[in-house]
């Protein structure tokens, strides 16, 4: 749980002048964490500030900020500190970043000069399906009388997915080979025909519990350390044959996106919202009166194509979805309850995705198996898109907007198709 | 693939007496890899023979192993370094421990004054289904005309499962609580009432791809640095009402318990035998002339409880599986190629399961879920169990067997069910 402080005040600007800009994703009242390098300088910690980022390990040498655990190539170690100290953090950075302080550009390196990097290594994956919309709209296709999940309304539905194929924005993700089933009943192996989005909220994991000490809605909404975007990239022909009855296994771990910037749950105090109302209520192990009224998050996110001939032609990326997260019928610190219910233990640096972030508008379905319910999208230069084709990129972008609040943005999760591969001889 | 070679000769022993033994499970044709530790001094890599462990890290100081990776406190450097350094390794200590060498008992610690660690730190963790039997006898009951999942005769189902709460035997394992639906629809949160084991096989992996880059049938035997035994432990009250559809989730996130010592897929060549026959044959993919000739391993795996009260009256446990490794319906270069099929990276230090070892004798089923199919175990003292209760101990031994070739064993993977906590308020 995080509360409003002086690093949200509105009124707060910065000597960076950048993050003074209006509709800039990373204004003060931001302060994402990410890794970078630079040319000749490996990876370091940082927080993106306006069109900056401002280099913690500097930062930590020249004696500004005290916590060791940003002078890591990854967030892993402050990730392991716990809530406390990101909040701690935080407050160290806003006032340093602070208009009326001693501008240090030195401590500064324009974003257009960085790679960004992984925040840390991913040590656990694990994926949930947590938007009514999307379970419903594609489930009545299967099933029209039970179109959800038999335990959707119980519990927020899981699986474990995979770590090592988690990879940064940026990456491209090659067209992979699978096996399916046709109609006929004859069988294919050769590259998917069949290649989706998913748009989901990444949550990295802050703390460890040990094994058999069980996470509950008390102590989850603390062992959530902050919030990205998550292209679940889905292998839709090879995973419809391969699930039953184990769940998603080829169709998954192609490779997973993530943005590079980490909104800290602290970033996010003023867009708390209540969760969304469940009917029938959940198990008394799966609420609590802050879930109910600060559960949710009010974060509208977007997806756009942008294609070889769109970008041939200087279009601008076309929004396919356009959704919200306060939507979802499970709230992040049920996933994150229900994930240690049995003890499992939640490491620092384990990543959760919330599952497709659908919502119930048209423009709101949040992958191409639900827009095609409907038929391919006509892009608006007359091309149509069932499935993504080679080189088309794939945008997410997301935005946290609240009443008396400034906006904050999570950058970018960008990835383009690249073509399959020549199957080994 | 591995060859035959002098370190397989059956007239081969050691000048560690215990070694020589009839019976041992840790001849000197074994030579097994592990991670242990001593009062005083942490953990390091080691070999087990007869009764002892020769000390690799104080063998490589010692000048008589050249590798350094022996030297690190994991076996994770050595699995990076792929299968050539572990044949090279093996050839090393199988010279340094061979009768007629000089005998060097101070690199030797007496196995019982050890602990054990896991091998390394579990990078990632896939379980399958390989045992046609295990689906057949459990698919029945839930549809008799079609048993079996569409795709097992296709490829090898699996899904992701959980790396954080991988242990390594000896540890116990708490029974978890879990929520699940009652027959009449009614909700139940509570500590589980049906935990269940799964004698598995592991299969630790060698070296990495590149994400993208596939692993094929031909790549796939060398991407296995060594096998042990692996108890899935299972939560079936929370795994059935769970599963619809990704699968698994807290049913299979508990604990999974390993041996600690890896049988070397080089220890194994004399026991490679033909895969069990695939009907339909396998696609291209999931097949090679080698695969078919020695994809099998020759292992008798058994696994046996020891309850409280057989405990207290000094019985010896009691054997409810005996069953064999060869007779699975995929083969682990199967596992290892199909994974990687779609270029997910598999890493050293990766594990997969084999799925449940069950045979299409009623004394090889492997869990208590198909056990119970008949009823209840009743054991020699009159004890009787549906599922695992508080204080029972589940073992679990493996031993490769074949003709001409001195017997291996494979060691042990025990682990005791611990009651419940109290769930906190």
């Known amino acids: 749980m995080a509360q409003r402080d002086a690093t949200h005040d509105p009124a707060r600007r910065s000597w960076v ?18 890794v970078f390098s630079t040319h000749g300088a490996g990876p ?15 930062a930590h040498a020249a004696g500004l900020i005290g916590n060791a655990a940003v002078a890591e190539p990854s967030l892993g170690a402050l990730m392991g500190q716990g809530r406390a100290a990101s909040a701690a953090l935080r407050a160290e950075v806003s006032a340093l970043l602070s208009e009326g302080a001693t501008p240090r550009p030195e401590l500064l390196v324009p974003m257009a000069t960085a790679r960004m990097h992984l925040p840390t290594t991913v040590r656990n994956f694990s994926d949930f399906m947590a938007s009514y919309d999307h379970c419903a709209r594609l489930g009545v296709k299967r099933d029209p009388k039970n179109p959800l999940p038999p335990a959707f309304r119980q519990l927020p539905v899981a699986y474990h997915s995979r770590a090592s194929s988690v990879r940064v924005s940026g990456e491209s993700v090659i067209r992979p080979h699978g096996q ?14 069949a290649m989706d989005y998913e748009l989901e909220m990444a949550v990295w994991i802050a703390g460890d519990n040990a094994l058999g000490e069980p996470v509950t809605m008390a102590s989850a909404p603390d062992r959530i350390f902050g919030y990205g975007l998550l292209n679940d990239w889905s292998v839709r022909d090879v995973q419809r044959w391969e699930m039953p009855p184990l769940g998603p296994f080829l169709g998954k771990s192609v490779s997973t996106s993530v943005s590079p910037w980490i909104i800290t749950a602290e970033a996010l105090a003023p867009f708390e919202v209540p969760a969304a109302v469940q009917d029938p209520p959940a198990l008394p192990y799966l609420d609590s009166a802050w879930n109910r009224s600060h559960g949710g998050l009010a974060v509208r996110m977007t997806a756009a194509i942008l294609t070889p001939r769109m970008r041939a032609e200087g279009a601008a990326p076309f929004i396919l979805t356009d959704t919200q997260f306060a939507a979802m019928y499970w709230t992040a610190a049920t996933m994150v309850a229900h994930h240690g219910t049995n003890g499992c233990n939640l490491l620092a640096g384990d990543l959760l995705g919330s599952g497709t972030v659908s919502g119930s508008e048209e423009t709101a379905r949040a992958c191409l198996a639900e827009i095609g319910l409907t038929g391919p999208v006509v892009l608006p ?24 609040a400034v906006s904050i943005g999570f950058g970018e999760c960008r990835g383009v198709l690249d073509p399959a591969i020549a199957w080994p001889a």
């Open 381 to 404: 230069n007359g091309e149509s898109r069932k499935w993504i084709q080679d080189g088309d990129e794939i945008i997410f972008r997301g935005r946290a907007e609240a009443p008396g």
């Open 180 to 193: 399916w089933q046709h109609q006929d009943g004859s069988m294919h192996f050769g590259p998917t025909e």
């Open 17 to 34: 002048a950048s993050a003074n800009a209006p509709g800039t994703d990373f204004p003060i009242q931001n302060l994402p964490l990410g």
């Open 44 to 58: 370091r910690c940082g927080v993106a500030i306006g069109d900056q980022i401002l280099d913690l390990t500097a």
